[in-house]
C-alpha cells in the first residue's frame, strides 16, 4: 500500500483544519478592506488553499501560479514560472500560498516577481516552514506548523509528484530516496 512509504504522521488531520480555523481568522482580520489576491503556488498549496480559504471571511479572489525548482528530494536552487497569473495584481495587495518553505529561494523569486509586476504588498502563508533548511533570508508572515529537518509528504507536499493526496503530513521512509 503507498501509504507503508510513511514512517510516521508528522501532522494530522485535525491539527491542520484547526491550525487553518487560526489562519483563517488572522487573515481576515489583518486583511480588513484590502480585497486581497491570494495566490497558490502550484501544485503543492492546492489542499491546504482550499482548506484555508473556506476559513477567510472577507471579499478576496484566487489565482494560480506555478513554478518548477525540485526534482526528487534536492532543490535545483533554479526557480522557473511555468503558468503566470491570469490577471494584473498592479496595485493590489498580494497573499502567496505556499505548502512550504525549505530554503526560501523559491518564495524569495516569486516574491520579486510580484513586485515586478506592481503588487502593492506581497506577504506570505505557508502551511510548513523548515527554519533549519534556509538559505535565503525570508520568512513567511503566517505558518501553520515548524517542522524539523526530515523530507515531508502529503496534504499537497510530493515525493516525485506523489503522495500528495495523504490527508495528513508524514514523514517519507529514508529508503525511498537513499
Ligand atoms: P525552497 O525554495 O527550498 O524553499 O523550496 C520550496 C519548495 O520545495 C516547496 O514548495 C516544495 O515543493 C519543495 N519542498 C521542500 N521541502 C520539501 C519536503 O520536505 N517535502 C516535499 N517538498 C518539499
Do not use: H
Amino acid at each position: 500500500m503507498f501509504a507503508d512509504n510513511v514512517e510516521k504522521v508528522l501532522i494530522s488531520e485535525e491539527e491542520i483544519v484547526s491550525r487553518c480555523k487560526e489562519l483563517g481568522a488572522q487573515i481576515s482580520k489583518d486583511y480588513e478592506g484590502k480585497d486581497p489576491i491570494i495566490i497558490g503556488l502550484l501544485k503543492g498549496s492546492v489542499p491546504f488553499m482550499a482548506e484555508l480559504i473556506k476559513n477567510i471571511t472577507i471579499d478576496c479572489e484566487m489565482e494560480f501560479m506555478a513554478v518548477s525548482s525540485y526534482s526528487g528530494v534536492e532543490s535545483m536552487g533554479d526557480v522557473k514560472i511555468v503558468k503566470d497569473l491570469d490577471r494584473s495584481i498592479k496595485g493590489e495587495n498580494v497573499l502567496i500560498v505556499e505548502d512550504i518553505v525549505d530554503t526560501g529561494k523559491t518564495l524569495e523569486k516569486v516574491k520579486e516577481l510580484l513586485y515586478s509586476k506592481g503588487a502593492k504588498s506581497v506577504k506570505v502563508v505557508s502551511l510548513l516552514d523548515k527554519p533549519s533548511r534556509r538559505i535565503v533570508d525570508i520568512e513567511a508572515e503566517y505558518v501553520g506548523f515548524s517542522i524539523p529537518d526530515a523530507f515531508v509528504i502529503g496534504f499537497g507536499l510530493d515525493f516525485n509528484q506523489k503522495y500528495r493526496n495523504l490527508p495528513f503530513v508524514g514523514v517519507l521512509k529514508e529508503e525511498c530516496y537513499k
